[in-house]
């Protein structure tokens, strides 16, 4: 009696597991071979084994024969990387001890894997390279499942499956069972190739990444390690969240980081840079699509050119053994639809690998704060500083445009209010193109370049093509009228808070007393602040109980732009409150501002024209449903023009050349002959491959059908058919399948199928009021006589 284990992914595909091994034990029991049992013995599951790494496989240290069910989750989330350890130094022992390599492990294809397999189970693969392709391109979870299906491909490949067991325990050299543990826990024997295709990865990664040389700070949430630059940012702890408001630079510091790890040696010495937190492979994800790649997709998402030489759970494998990190954008881009399934599955990545550093970019709004826990440290993306704010401008006018770049440097030392609100990069390079953009004598007016900044991170709603979009639940369908007038009011009820420390109870009360003043509909605060932090980039959330706006300049610009369209007494009575000599010079700019010609909007026009309707193009005339030919001219110059239009063809009269001219009429599916006494025979119809109705018309000589064997027509009409048997031979013909025959007298008893024969512009003939005749051939795959 020989013992057999399986070891496969546990809580997927569970049932049909359980089907194929049933299958598997029929055969078994009913092979004359040695006798098989399986090992059931339960391995020992952690409190929280849903979230923990998968335990050893039942019997793989002790079992003559294992089974391996592989599929790309059984490498990124299955034991494969415990069991296939102990069994490559169950396969070394008993090499040593007997010379020759047992065979204990079978790899089976469960599902198609895309990527290559490890080397030790590539070379104990015996199996596939003799089975049906059924089997290499469905797997043999899909062959169980429709079993009825493919039973042929099943069976057979179930008893290679015997064959190979039965093989693998009479050769006598199985390997000895692996029952002391007392050396420790056998080395990763998938990761065997990992280090080649890591540089290969690296290779082709490196080309994406773009290395910023724009100087950051951050600062941690709790103050504990002050100011510190950004490219410490790995010191600060392994799991972070890089909180800053919208076009505040998220991206770019994320690919500083990958940029650190890309440059960092295998082995660096001691003083030189070294790779954040040790990790030389950084995976930065994008989420813009609405999902995250799964672990067998991230080298296609991320190096597509490098995915064919991937060894299949290669990325879970440099996860787990904390040589990777995880580095996640653009979550708030997520559609508030997906965005909690997007967590879900991030933070069961992020629980399921414990040891990988992770850095999650956001603007706070929206993160599930209680389901994080100390686990994350909240880390403050702080806005430029002058010196950034002039590197930015200095590249950015590399291209000709220094003294553009110069002037307005000047201009940002001289104004605090111009230089906060370019603190974001994506403003300062909205300001930049506004300043190169004025046409008129003298630099462009201090309230223009303050709008250009605002506007650099607002996304904009799409309006319906009724209108305004109306008000839903999802942010992202609020108007952004109602966007301007709520960070406005939230503005103004903040001014004599700390901008970057209101706590979320004030603004969310300001949010609603705001929205029971307006008039209509208006949603709810938790929908409108998580609007404002996704859509404007004026507010971010830098903690569950806080809400800051990005930068005083920025509070100090909606304040004053919302107080110029107040009334006087109200904005006197709110600036003697606030005692901001910065808002109430703004005030007066905006006000003497709003008493010429130029726009008093919050957001400026965008950088696009504006988009106008062509006129209406007159409608097409509508193509005639036949064409009437009466000569060979006609019909030549209608091949020449490329065929009638409505796709039929009416030839009245004695009309030479169709033989030469009907395989030129494109799209030809029905032909009248009409009027035509001398002709006997139909014309070849052998060109014609879309013909499929023919009407013969007043034609009392043709008796030559013979045409109609080398033609597709279906259907055949014969106006007017004398009292006279069916023509012989039509029920030879491959493709017709019904003949109208209409008879030369009205019959005054045959009322049903009485029809009229148009003529050609859809006015029926005078007096053409004939009883229908039908003969119809039941089927064309039977044959038989046509009958009436």
């Known amino acids: 009696m020989y013992r057999y284990a399986v070891s496969y992914l546990r809580g997927r595909d569970e049932a049909w597991v359980a089907r194929f091994l049933y299958e598997l034990r029929r055969r078994l029991d009913a092979s004359k071979g040695p006798q098989f049992t399986r090992v059931l013995a339960p391995a020992p599951q952690p409190p929280d084994a849903r979230h923990s790494p998968p335990a050893e496989s039942p019997g793989v240290a002790t079992a003559d024969v294992v089974l391996a069910l592989c599929s790309p989750a059984y490498f990124s989330e299955g034991p494969a990387d415990q069991d296939w350890a102990v069994l490559a130094h169950r396969q070394t022992l008993g090499q040593a001890r007997t010379g020759t390599a047992p065979r204990t492990a079978l790899p089976l294809l469960w599902e198609p894997i895309p990527q290559r397999l490890p080397e030790p189970v590539a070379a104990a693969d015996v199996l596939t390279a003799g089975q049906p392709p059924e089997y290499r391109s469905l797997g043999l979870a899909l062959l169980t499942m429709q079993a009825p299906r493919y039973r042929g491909a099943l069976d057979e490949v179930l008893s290679a499956i015997v064959a190979h067991m039965n093989e693998a325990v009479r050769s006598g050299t199985t390997a000895p069972p692996l029952a002391d543990r007392s050396a420790g826990e056998p080395p990763r024997a998938l990761a065997v190739d990992d280090g080649v295709f890591t540089e290969e990865?690296?290779?082709?990664?490196?080309?994406?990444?773009?290395?910023?040389?724009?100087?950051?700070?951050l600062v941690a949430d709790d103050g504990a390690d002050g100011t510190v630059p950004a490219e410490l940012l790995p010191e600060l702890g392994r799991r972070l969240l890089l909180v800053g408001p919208l076009g505040a630079g998220h991206s770019t510091e994320l690919a500083r980081l990958a940029g650190q790890a890309l440059d960092a040696l295998p082995h660096t010495?001691?003083?030189?840079?070294?790779?954040?937190?040790?990790?030389?492979?950084?995976?930065?994800?994008?989420?813009?699509?609405?999902?995250?790649?799964?672990?067998?997709?991230?080298?296609?998402?991320?190096?597509?050119?490098?995915?064919?030489?991937?060894?299949?759970?290669?990325?879970?494998?440099?996860?787990?053994?904390?040589?990777?990190?995880?580095?996640?954008?653009?979550?708030?881009a997520v559609p508030s639809r997906n965005r909690t399934a997007v967590w879900e599955s991030l933070l069961r990545l992020l629980r399921t690998h414990p040891q990988a550093p992770c850095v999650i970019a956001t603007n706070g709004a929206t993160v599930p704060w209680d389901r994080l826990g100390s686990e994350f440290r909240t880390v403050r993306l702080r806005a430029l500083a002058p010196a950034g704010v002039r590197a930015l401008l200095d590249s950015l006018g590399a291209g000709g445009e220094r003294r553009t770049a110069r002037a307005l440097t000047r201009r940002l030392d001289e104004d605090p209010v111009l230089s906060g609100v370019a603190g974001r990069p994506a403003a300062a390079a909205a300001i930049w193109r506004a300043s190169r953009a004025h046409a008129l004598p003298g630099p462009p007016p201090r309230h223009q370049l303050l709008r250009a900044g605002i506007s650099a991170g607002w996304r904009r709603a799409r309006p319906e093509p009724g209108g305004v979009p109306p008000v839903r639940e999802d942010g992202a369908a609020v108007p952004d009228s109602v966007l301007r007038t709520a960070c406005g009011g939230l503005a103004v009820a903040t001014l004599d808070m700390d901008g970057a420390r209101i706590p979320l109870r004030t603004a969310l009360d300001a949010l609603r007393e705001r929205g029971t003043r307006a008039a209509g509909a208006a949603p709810a605060p938790e929908r409108l602040l998580a609007a404002l932090a996704d859509r404007t980039g004026t507010l971010y959330q830098p903690g569950p109980d806080t809400v800051a706006f990005s930068d005083p300049a920025v509070r100090t610009f909606l304040a004053a732009h919302h107080l110029a369209g107040a009334e006087h007494a109200d904005a006197a009575r709110l600036l003697a409150r606030s005692g901001s000599p910065e808002l109430e010079e703004l005030l007066g700019e905006l006000r003497a501002a709003r008493t010429g010609t130029e726009p008093r909007g919050l957001l400026t026009s965008g950088h696009r024209p504006p988009r106008r309707l062509p006129a209406a193009r007159p409608a097409r005339p509508a193509p005639a449903r036949r064409a009437l030919v009466r000569s060979t001219g006609e019909l030549r110059a209608l091949a020449a023009s490329g065929g009638p239009g409505g796709h039929e063809l009416w030839c009245e009269g004695t009309v030479e050349g169709l033989d030469e001219l009907l395989p030129r009429l494109r799209g030809l599916r029905a032909l009248v002959l009409a009027d035509d006494p001398a002709r006997t025979a139909l014309p070849p119809l052998d060109g014609c491959p879309s013909l499929r109705a023919l009407r013969v018309v007043r034609c009392p000589a043709l008796t030559d059908w013979t045409a109609l064997a080398s033609s597709t027509v279906m259907f055949l009409t014969l106006e007017p058919w004398p009292d006279e048997p069916i023509p012989e031979g039509l029920d030879d013909m491959p493709w017709l399948s019904q003949v109208d025959l209409v008879p030369a007298e009205a019959r005054p008893t045959a009322r049903a199928g009485a029809h009229t024969v148009p003529r050609p512009g859809g006015t029926p003939r005078p007096g053409a009021d004939f009883p229908g005749v039908r003969v119809v051939r039941p089927g064309r795959s039977r044959g038989g006589n046509l009958q009436h």
């Open 269 to 332: 010495p001691a003083g030189s840079a070294r790779a954040p937190w040790g990790c030389r492979i950084p995976f930065v994800l994008s989420a813009r699509s609405g999902a995250l790649p799964d672990l067998d997709g991230l080298v296609p998402a991320l190096a597509p050119g490098a995915a064919p030489r991937e060894p299949a759970g290669w990325a879970a494998r440099q996860l787990r053994a904390g040589h990777a990190f995880v580095a996640v954008d653009d979550l708030d």
């Open 201 to 217: 990865f690296r290779k082709h990664l490196a080309p994406a990444v773009p290395a910023p040389r724009i100087p950051r700070t």
